[in-house]
């Protein structure tokens, strides 16, 4: 679904100030590895936000994801603090894997054997 102006702009200014919150308290990196935030989606009535978290290198993505979670309220907490005078309430966070970047080295990989099989 097509989102709007206004959503876009919400959405752009949440990942910023999401992205310094998580190098403020130091949950770009976890487990050995980065954590990166690959996308944010915002609710049309701007009350709820699905944060999508890529992991490059990270050992367990579900316990990096569940750490972050559990840090959730400290997040919001400097949200609001970033964002009192841009929204009237701050939303609901969501944190959600995305997992496009392991789909890429899997595709990778096919092609590749694909290819060494083609050469034979």
């Known amino acids: 679904m097509e ?4 959503q876009r702009q919400v959405a752009n200014v949440i990942k910023e100030e999401i992205n310094q919150i998580f190098r403020h308290l130091g949950l770009n990196m976890i487990g050995g590895g980065m954590v990166s935030i ?4 915002v609710t049309p009535d701007l009350l709820e936000v699905r944060i999508y978290l890529s992991f490059f290198q990270v050992q367990d993505n579900a316990a990096a994801l569940k750490s972050i979670e559990q840090k959730a309220w400290e997040i919001k907490k400097e949200l609001s603090h970033k ?3 841009q929204l009237r309430r701050i939303p609901v966070i969501h944190y959600y894997a ?3 970047l392991e789909h890429v080295f899997h595709m990778e990989e096919l092609f590749k054997k694909i290819n060494e099989e083609s050469n034979k």
Do not use: F, I, P, Y
């Open 3 to 6: 989102q709007g102006k206004r």
């Open 38 to 41: 690959s996308d944010v989606q």
């Open 98 to 100: 995305d997992d496009t």
């Open 83 to 85: 964002l009192k005078n």
